[in-house]
């Protein structure tokens, strides 16, 4: 069973930093792409950053210049790096994979989610 699992939420204030980590663990031939989403109350989810096997990256506009995503292939971990975090930042951040199953079959996982509050 293929499981994320993030780390680093939490509270902030206006103008600080966070780091979240999505550790991936189970069974399965490769990962792809892994990414980072969010959702704010009453909003739908979001791209936040996503990164290739190969290292491209994909950020969204709102977030381009204060967070940076980063891989660490061999823990099957990936990384958000957020600075300069506003009020509008504050939201459930979801990891998320796709990844090559052990038989092959593309597959799509969802960690369960951290939350990032940014107090003004």
């Known amino acids: 069973q293929v499981q994320l699992v993030e780390s680093g939420g939490g509270l902030v204030q206006a103008g600080g930093s966070l780091r979240l980590s999505c550790a991936t663990s189970?069974?399965?031939?490769?990962?792809?792409?892994m990414g980072w989403y969010r959702q704010a109350p009453e909003k739908q989810r979001e791209l936040v950053a996503a990164i290739t096997d190969g290292g491209s990256t994909n950020y969204a506009d709102s977030v381009k210049g204060r967070f940076t995503i980063s891989r660490d292939k061999a823990k099957n971990t990936v990384y958000l790096q957020m600075s300069s975090l506003k009020p509008e930042d504050t939201a459930v951040y979801y990891c998320n994979a796709e990844l090559l199953s052990d038989t092959y079959y593309r597959r799509i996982y969802w960690g369960k989610g951290t939350l990032v509050t940014v107090s003004s």
């Open positions: 189970g069974s399965f031939f490769s990962i792809n792409t």
